[in-house]
């Protein structure tokens, strides 16, 4: 069995852990230098703030409906996300980290435990331990999974945030429910396709002969149409990854124990997650990066630890991005641990309005020696007198972020004061 | 003031742990294992001691004095464990009427006090009016000497 674990409205929820006030108010997450909506409260989607606003044309209508503004606070989202996932760890060795706020669990051998009942659990230490409200779907397959979840979410106070789909009656009822668009893995132009001959359920998709699937829709198709038949078919890294963030994590085979070996991980990690942004034709404007050692291995030492940087800029660009990661690893790495775990989380997607950098992707050697000539010229003539030919010139360095709250877990001046 | 200060003081010590632990190991695979490794103890770390359950843990700057009396000043760093059941008599950080407070818990049958320990203060009852959130427990608080 699998469980999709998805945090509710994350940035929005991580603001209120530390400012309960905005609990049940309209509230947005800006995207970096206060550009557009990224995340939203249940009010503010109420209110009908579409995901993408550009914060200048909303301005008066958040005003008008009282809604709070945030710019986005990434080391906030990052260390809430690693808390919730390592709360998750400890219920399977199987997790999945999917994006900042998901996680895929899968079970083994549970299948006399009430998986329910575990899922309740679950959300209720989360919620205790970290303030953070997650959805859980419980499913035979993954692409279940994800509509269990939604069930859970959209129906919270009869699932009390928790669905199994346990038996085909079940299966059959949620995939009734469920628009083809919103099944996982169903892009727009398969969603566009489908409607338009009629299939507009994921049920509908199910009746689809399987050669026609497989013909239209390639091997992919087919796997999702068994996924959807409740056998287990779909690798997770087949399916485009959310919008708003990727991640690339793995297990290691072997233990690994030395930085230089950790360092390699990382860097492909960044640069597969750096091929995934560029081919959604996006920028990370933050990164998140995390290692740890093996918890299940009880007679090791034990550690993880993560940090979250935010970037001088948006970038898709694979040297900038590592940079950023070795710089995160270096902040982190502890010697003498056992590592069996790292993953690289890419932040804070904007779509990518220049591709110029891409000049210098497959060349790190020339890009070296640019780096340093540009590091040179900044020494001489004071900083950002050069920058890539990606950034926005117009732009000025420094980002805008007026309506940052504190990063209350990773700055120590910045934690809660109480009277 | 002493905030920076605060931070290395607090931070410091696990680092230095790692470090030391490493060579050791180092050494092993140089040579003559050190006799002295098998009776080797990790160094006292501050925060293994006082953090218990790291994905609970969250902590808060004291402002003002009205726990003055349990010992908290204004100022101290405050360890929070939300892993941990809001009891009668725990101290906890609370959220109440717009605001972070922490106060000594006084769970009565069908009413809860906020208890201040300085007598300057009033105890604050908590009813049905009050949106009171219990956010964590107090487990340690760190004070600057």
Known sequence: ?419 | MSDKEDKIIFFQPDQELGKSSFLAQEGISAGFPSPADDFKELRISIDREVVKNEEATFYARVSGESMQGAGLDDGDLLVIDRSLEPQDNKIAVCFIDGEFTVKRLKVEKDCVYLMPENPKYQPIKVTEDNELIIWGVVTYVVKKV
């Open chain 1, 1 to 419: 069995m699998f469980a999709l674990i998805d945090c509710n409205n994350f940035y929005a929820s991580c603001e209120r852990v530390f400012q309960p006030q905005y609990e049940g108010k309209a509230l947005v997450i800006l995207s970096n230098n206060d550009g557009c909506v990224i995340a939203r409260s249940n009010e503010a989607k109420a209110l009908g703030i579409p995901m993408g606003a550009p914060a200048f044309k909303f301005r008066n209508e958040f005003k008008k409906h009282n809604i709070r503004v945030f710019s986005s606070n990434y080391p906030l989202y990052g260390d809430m996300s690693h808390r919730v996932m390592k709360i998750l760890e400890t219920y399977t060795p199987n997790v999945e980290i999917y994006s900042i706020d998901e996680a895929f669990l899968k079970f083994e051998g549970f299948d006399y435990f009430d998986l329910n009942a575990k899922g309740l659990k679950m959300r209720k230490q989360v919620r205790k331990w970290t303030g953070i409200p997650v959805s859980v779907g419980l499913a035979p397959s993954k692409a279940l999974a994800k509509i269990a979840n939604k069930i859970a979410k959209k129906f919270d106070k009869r699932t009390q945030g928790v669905h199994c789909i346990d038996s085909d009656k079940k299966r059959l009822k949620a995939l009734k429910w469920t628009p083809i668009e919103d099944v996982w893995g169903v892009g727009r132009q398969h969603a566009k396709r489908l409607q338009a001959m009629g299939i507009t359920t994921a049920l509908d998709f199910v009746n689809l002969p399987d050669e026609w699937i497989k013909k239209q829709m390639s091997i992919l198709g087919l796997r999702l149409k068994r996924d959807l038949e409740g056998v287990s078919s779909i690798q997770l890294e087949e399916v485009a990854p959310a919008k708003k963030s990727i991640a690339v994590t793995r297990s290691f085979k072997n233990i690994l124990n030395i930085f230089s070996s950790l360092e390699e991980r990382i860097t492909t990690y960044t640069l597969l997650g750096a091929e995934k942004l560029r081919k959604q034709k996006s920028c990370a404007t933050a990164l998140h990066v995390f290692v740890r050692s093996n918890p299940f291995d009880l007679n090791a030492a034990q550690y993880r630890n993560c940090c979250t940087l935010t970037l001088p800029h948006a970038t898709d660009s694979n040297f900038v991005l590592n940079r950023y990661a070795l710089m995160g690893l270096r902040s982190i790495f502890k010697p003498g641990i056992e590592y069996k775990k790292a993953g690289v989380i890419l932040l804070g997607l904007t779509p990518s309005s220049s591709r110029q950098i891409s000049l210098f992707e497959q060349d790190t050697v020339k890009h070296t020696a640019l780096m340093q000539t540009l590091d040179k010229i900044h020494r001489r003539y004071g900083p950002h007198q050069m920058k890539l030919a990606s950034q926005d010139l117009k732009q000025t360095w420094k980002m805008k972020r007026e309506h940052l709250s504190n990063r209350f877990t990773t700055e120590i001046n910045e934690i809660i004061r109480v009277k």
